[in-house]
């Protein structure tokens, strides 16, 4: 390699590298990875939106190529594609502000066993008192994310449910769960919706291997 760039559009051209060495493994990625954004209950648009979305949560800079690409053949907007990013950002930031319900507990009592209680959640009330301007900004932000736009409610409650289980967050998965049964979503969908996100975290480890294979060979 040389060139000093870390990413490029021609380095994923190093994936079918991995068919030759490790090729059961590979073949059977491909297959799942096609499955979990073929058409099913949530439509391959819909579904090209959560994998917008959620590849903006893995940070993986093929993904959002290979997706926007794929969403752009399916007549996803560049106003589409935004509003998916924006739920993403709000469900990332989301993340961070529920773990800080752990924080708190930590800061209050680090000898407690649970880490994770839904009554901990009665707690947020406390960033409130705590840092009231930024709290009320956030809350905008969340709520401007979330409501109903060129993506229907329903859409962006599921790409909330992707996104929550890329950043790992219970609280996040718990409401949005919540918010979904309420629009009647129903399980199926949910699952489907999961498996997108478990789809772009495995390809973003995957896709992240021609960096390996570029470093193994400089």
Not at 68 to 90: G, P, R
Not at 175 to 195: N, P
């Amino acid at each position: 390699m040389t060139t000093d760039s870390l990413y490029q559009k021609s380095y994923i051209r190093r994936l079918p590298e991995l068919a030759k060495l490790s090729p059961d493994t590979f073949k059977a990625f491909v297959k799942f990875d096609q499955l979990a954004l073929s058409d099913g209950l949530i439509p391959r648009k819909t579904k090209e939106l959560i994998a917008i979305a959620v590849a903006h949560v893995t940070g993986c800079p093929y993904c959002i190529d290979a997706h926007v690409t794929a969403a752009k053949k399916l007549a996803v907007s560049k106003d589409e594609m935004t509003e998916a990013i924006m739920v993403a950002t709000a469900l990332k930031a989301g993340s961070a502000m529920a773990h800080g319900l752990n924080a708190l507990q930590a800061y209050d009592d680090s000898n407690n066993e649970e880490l994770y209680q839904k009554s901990h959640m009665g707690r947020f009330k406390e960033f409130k008192e705590l840092n009231p301007e930024a709290f009320r900004a956030f809350n905008q932000f969340d709520q401007e994310a979330m409501k109903e736009g060129l993506i229907v409610k329903k859409d962006k409650e599921l790409i909330a449910i992707a996104v929550a289980h890329v950043t790992g967050c219970p609280y996040c998965i718990e409401i949005h769960t919540e918010s979904s049964k309420r629009l009647g979503i129903s399980r199926e969908e949910m699952v489907e919706a999961i498996f997108v996100a478990t789809a772009l975290k495995a390809g973003s480890a995957l896709a992240h291997s021609v960096n390996a294979l570029n470093a193994y060979d400089s």
